[in-house]
């Protein structure tokens, strides 16, 4: 059939049929590179980054190893796209928080929440950096991990040292020890934390607030 050149066939700028099958075509294809993300966050919180293979996700995906490469070049690009996105939701989060304010003990519980928040959605990238920590620092593509924690460290850090400047927590206390240990204690709970369990994220939050700030103790000793 001849085209009248109103509206049928293809255009001349390619946003006709052809543009629309390229369109679909990506967005196709960033549909399954997420599902391959997916599967791989999966297999590292499962088996562990370093053990677990290109042909491991490969066969989890139902695919030769080699069509794996069609959308990521390397096991190191996938991890690297589940801990920056993780990262940037995180630090987003935080920022926020830091916008809206409030006295250092408010702002910490957000800061704790935050971090619990992620413990679902962001659970291969918790569980990576827990064991593939030192592994992955010695790549320059994850210089960004050193700088990221040293970042978070400041800032939660500069909170405890305001609320000691107010008098709102103890004087005693060393900020930056303080920090880590929070820190450590929230992330090893992506080993035990279940998400169907008696209490969800943001209750198990509540209660290490709760812990956090006030202790289990009814008195003085």
Known sequence: MV????????????????????????????????????????????KGYQATTVRNIADEAGILSGSLYHHFDSKESIVDEILSSFFDELNAANKAVLERGGDPRTVLAELVRNCFRTLVPHRAAVMVMQNDWNYLRRFDRFDYLARAEEETERLWVGQIERGQGTGLFRDDIDARLTYRMIRDTIWVAVRWFQPAGRLDAEGVADHYIAVLFDGISTGPR
């Open 3 to 46: 085209s009248t050149g109103k509206g049928s066939g293809p255009h001349r700028d390619g946003s006709g049929a052809s543009g629309g099958g390229r369109r679909r075509g990506s967005v196709l294809a960033s549909e399954r590179r997420e599902h391959l993300v997916r599967l791989a966050a999966e297999l590292f919180a499962e």
